[in-house]
């Protein structure tokens, strides 16, 4: 059973890895940028 929970989790783990979705973690963002991202985050009611 801890196999089978263990294979998944690593099926799981390599799915989320693709790559080429344009997502570029590296860049430090500004405290304006923070503040319009948070903004939007917490009055998006959807």
Do not use: H, Q, Y
Not at 8 to 27: A, E
Not at 31 to 41: D, G, T, V
């Amino acid at each position: 059973m801890k196999k089978l929970l263990c294979l998944i989790m690593i099926c799981l783990l390599l799915s989320s890895c693709r790559g080429g979705d344009g997502f570029d973690g590296g860049r430090p963002i500004s405290k304006e940028e923070l503040a319009s991202l948070s903004a939007a985050l917490l009055t998006n009611t959807v």
